[in-house]
């Protein structure tokens, strides 16, 4: 392909053909389910959202998107998918940001915004069961009218979907309080590559009855079966939420700061979030709004309590404000007053991703680090991007900031290299020295996004080959014929 001169199309897959069509047609009935592009020449447009990643670095050939509205229909799909060697893509709401979402070459779009009902909901133990596709916002408005939550919150919810979220093993805001997919995923329905459907949907909080499979779909990204229903225990909605922003002098005092909510703040604490001042300036370019704090400091914090006596809470954090000013840790710090402050706090941080995207190409890298080096990877990254020269104020420079955020938390660091447009040289200065720089350090090179097409080569920086090889076992397991998102990390 010329999008990816070093990959080739796998030539055991077949092409795809009209006979092809004609059956997903007749299997799938209507209309809107299925876009072809096989038989229809005016169909590029409509096909092109579905062929392109969001952060648009990423670009597939697909030229037939199917919208299965059913586990059964989703099984007959990969039943035939499988005797014919077609290979398929399963997609969410695409806003993936490692390019596993979208194909390669030609591969068949299975997408799964069709699949979007909210299917059970037991008041008393908080487990919700709902088809892949409904989107992450949809679930959480639902559970808000009952008096929940969804145990995971992210930018980007109001587009991507629950099967999407567990397919990548999303953290996002909240995990902090809420933790992992792993623990709170209780069940799962998904079909193999065969068409088998494998009913593991299981409410309950407690069974060990030998292998726990589902892990297995929790972060697979799609390469060994598609996700149909998932059940999920949801936690009470805390009636009390508070919000403070700070700024700090150095890294150092950020881990103070840390420690000091982690000490008083305790069991209300519900995220802590890490800006640092590049992302900031370039979030209050695009948006044009007025900043949270009159100076401007090297970090920034955001920290949320969630808790169920707003006067307690709010009296709660602004002793530890006063507090951590008094100790010299914190330069300066203000409060959201009401919900409209708090939305517009969450703001500067959530809306991070989506001012760069205005900017240009950003290439993105997601890690795990021990904390104390948290932020040293993106001063030796700026020092680097500086010495190739490849970061300016001017049209001339591709690169226009090095810019570090991410969830304090978890020590999830999200590095972002923000350019005018997207350049190989600017990708040989950071590949593989950002995965290499990881390495040393025993981090991992996907806290959060997962691996996709984007880190397909660097696996090896966080796994080890036996690793590599049980995992190369059991897709094969699960995907005999390789249908299942091919080219990607496996
Ligand atoms: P897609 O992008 O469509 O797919 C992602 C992967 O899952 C692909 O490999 C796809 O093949 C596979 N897949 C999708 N659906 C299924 C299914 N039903 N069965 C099997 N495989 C499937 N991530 C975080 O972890 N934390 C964040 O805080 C966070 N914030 C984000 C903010 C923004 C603005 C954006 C754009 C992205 C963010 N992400 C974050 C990335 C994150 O991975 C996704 O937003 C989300 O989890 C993906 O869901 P999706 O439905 O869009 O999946
Ligand atoms: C976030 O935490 C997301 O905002 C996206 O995980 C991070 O775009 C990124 O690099
Ligand atoms: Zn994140």
Redesign the pocket.
Known sequence: SETYPDLKRDSRFAQLTEEHVAYFRQLLGSESAVIDGVTRSDAADDIEPFNTDWMRKYRGHCRLVLKPGSTEEVSQILKYCNDNMLAVVPQGGNTG?VGGSVPVFDEIVINMGRMNKILEFDEVSGTLVAEAGCILEVADQFLASKGYIFPLD??AKGSCQIGGNVSTNA???RLLRYGSLHGNVLGIEAVLADGTVVDDLCKLRKNNTGYDLKQLFIGAEGTIGIITKVSILCPQRSPAQNVAFFGLESFEQVQRAFREAKGQLSEILSAFELMDESSQALVRQVTGNKRPLEGEYPFYCLIETSGSNADHDSEKLQAFLEDVMEKGIVADGTLAQDETQIRSLWAWR?G??EA?SHLGG?Y?Y?VSIPLRELYQLVEDTRARVEAAGLIGDTDEFPVRAVVG???MGDANL?L?VSTRRFDERVEKVLEPFVYEWIAERQGSISA??GLGLMKKKFIGYSRNPTMVGLMKNIKTTFDPNGILNPYKYL
Request: charged share 20%; proline share 5%; no cysteine.
């Open positions: 940001l992210l930018g953290g996002g805001l959530e991070i991703p760069l950003t993105k997601d955020y991410g969830h999200h972002n959060e996004h």
